[in-house]
């Protein structure tokens, strides 16, 4: 019998006590601050990483080396895995999926998949999760891979970050649409539409904004399917508490929930005070 392995990295918002949990492979970022670098996770810890950030005039965050993940293969196989598929972030936001494929092709003994989530954050996460339980139902590899492809449409995320400073430095907003944001003092309510983050709507203040993030996800969650849940932000303990008062009944109703503070990876591009949801449908 194949030993099947998933793996999912950092940018997932997984950290390694939700790996252990689900029975996944977690590989970390690489994070600069200033002239500093870190491991994800193994370094740094995500309240290090906050209460440091605010510092900082330099934040990069980097793929791992192809060295890194051809160890992490040889490891695997020196364990008799035979199967290994990786989850990863939307392709149009980073090489990860890239460095996969071009590091699989060293190791010819591993039947190797990528499922690109067309995510991030903690979408990706749930759709890990969701691998898992099919992997325990006794789905085979095949089975699980195709299944995560049809299923893609049904993760869905939605965020409010209090500053887009960050996601434009990192490039992954438009700086235009930013900057006007930023100068009309503009909280936008972000998703991932078609693997790219987009604006679903431009509010002004902080209550507003939070009241329109609720009133999506309850749109999102209003058909009855059933689903996996989570939320998460960015240095924003009070926000949280609001997020999960407003949403304890969607938070019970959910067949799967975690909470998380982004991972440093995350908070390098979503920057503090950040809030928001994933969803992701099981039927």
Do not use: W
């Not at 965050?61 to 890194?68: D, E, G, L, V």
């Amino acid at each position: 019998m194949p030993t099947f392995k998933i793996v999912l990295d950092s940018s997932s918002n997984f950290d390694f006590e939700l790996a252990k949990k689900y029975d996944i492979e977690l590989i970390p970022y690489n994070i600069q601050m200033d002239e500093k670098h870190y491991k994800d996770l193994v370094d740094i810890t995500s309240r290090e990483f906050f209460q440091k950030m605010g510092a900082c005039h330099t934040l990069k965050t980097a793929i791992p080396s192809p060295q890194k993940i051809g160890d992490f293969l040889t490891d695997l196989e020196s364990k008799g895995v035979t199967q290994v598929l990786f989850i990863t972030t939307s392709q149009k936001l980073t090489g990860m999926q890239d460095l996969v494929h071009l590091v699989a092709r060293s190791h010819p003994t591993l039947e190797i998949a990528v499922v690109d989530s067309r995510q991030a954050g903690a979408t990706v996460g749930l759709i890990g999760i969701y691998a898992d339980k099919l992997r325990s139902e006794g789905k085979d590899f095949n089975t699980v891979v195709d299944t995560l492809n049809r299923k893609l449409p049904d993760a869905s995320i939605h965020a409010l970050f209090r500053t887009l400073e960050y996601v434009i430095r990192g490039g992954r907003l438009s700086k235009v649409k930013g900057a006007i944001g930023m100068m009309l003092k503009i909280q936008p309510v972000l998703t991932i539409s078609d693997g790219e983050i987009t604006i679903t709507e431009k509010m002004r203040g902080i209550k507003r904004s939070r009241k329109q993030l609720i009133t999506n996800i309850r749109k999102k969650i209003a058909s009855g399917r059933p689903y996996y849940f989570a939320l998460f932000s960015g240095d924003n303990e009070e926000e949280l508490a609001i997020l999960k008062t407003e949403l304890d009944d969607v938070i019970a109703k959910a067949d799967v929930y975690f909470e998380k503070e982004f991972t440093p990876v995350l908070g390098v591009h979503g920057g503090p005070n950040a809030i928001g949801a994933s969803v992701f449908f099981t039927d």
